[in-house]
Each structure stands twice: as C-alpha cells, then as structure tokens.
C-alpha cells in the first residue's frame, strides 16, 4: 500500500500540521472544527496548508473516521426536513433503534421521533438522550455519543435554569439527569462526538 501523508488545520486554535498516518491525524482532528486532507507526498500537504488549506470535500476521510467509531448508542436533533423537530437514535451504522424505546414513541416513516414545529431543536437532543440512554441499558451497551455541548455538559447533568425554561423542559431535564446519573453508576458513559461524524447526525445543520 502505498505510503499517506495527512494534513490538518484546527481552525479555533490556527495550529497545523503533517502526521505521517491516519491514526495520529484522527486523534488530532477528532471533536474539533479541522480542516484536513491526505495526500501522497509530504511536500503537497505543505503546499496545501500554505495555500490556505481548502477544499470541496472530505467524505472519503469522514468515512474512514466513521469506520474506526467505537460500538454504542448516537443520538442527534434536526428541524432541516421543514416538519419540525425530529429526534434520532441509532447504532454505529447508523440503523435507527427507535423501535425499542421504553416510553412508547412511535418512529415516523423515517426512523425518527417527530416532534412537531412547537419543540426547540434542544429540546429534540435532550429527548434523543433519553431514549439513547434507555435503549443502551435495554441492548446492554455502555457508550452514548451526541453532538449537543447544551445537552451533554449542562442539562443532562442537572446543570440549568429553571425560570428561563418551559416546565415541560424542566421534567425531561430531570428525568434525563437522573437516568444519566444511573447509567454511569452502572459503568455507562455519555460523551461528545462531531456531528461531521455522528451517525446519527440528521445532516440538518451543515
């Protein structure tokens, strides 16, 4: 096989770099906003960073990200298909699970729960942690990933405020928090993906 040189470009912190294999380049671009590209020859991955480091497409290198995610439960939120909110949970492949929840919703034509033009998107993520959760305990898998920095680091660890939301919120950010707390007394754990990689991800918000 022949040899690949990667380029990256991590465009909050304006650091780049060549890594000499797949591996060191996901590590670093993995959970960030990167640009990033692989080339045959180190001398073009430093053409390419001085020219700006720009590009059409990274599909190929998001499936290879994709293929090496680690088994567990993803959940995700979107508004883009114009019906209102939709909540999605599904597996590695990407394959919806939503068909065994606990709390009796009922998936929509695509897999999804639909919520309704009335519920925020934080609201969808907040709903899909939910069941992510329920269906990891159900299916006995001990990671959950969402893209959601409001989900994950605040509301789902009771972290909130109460007069600036609908009480509706309020009861499903208890009930979420309290499940959370279970799930990683019981060794679970919850933690942030990109939604570039996410495969639940409704591809709504790129």
Known sequence: MAKKFYAYFLENEN??????????CKNIVLGKKARY???PTKQEC???LTEGANYEKKSELKKEIKKTLTEGIYFDAGTGRGIGVESRVTDVQGNSLLHFNSYGYTPNE???????KEKTNNYGELLGLLLAIDIANKSGYKHVYGDSNLVIYFWSKGIFKRDKLPLETVELILKVTEL???FEKNGGSVEYISGDYNPADLGFHK
């Open 180 to 182: 959370r707390k279970e």
């Open 37 to 39: 590209k692989s080339f």
């Open 110 to 116: 695509f897999g999804n729960i639909h919520l309704g």
């Open 46 to 48: 430093e053409t390419w």
């Open 15 to 24: 650091r780049y770099g060549v890594v000499e294999s797949w591996d060191e």
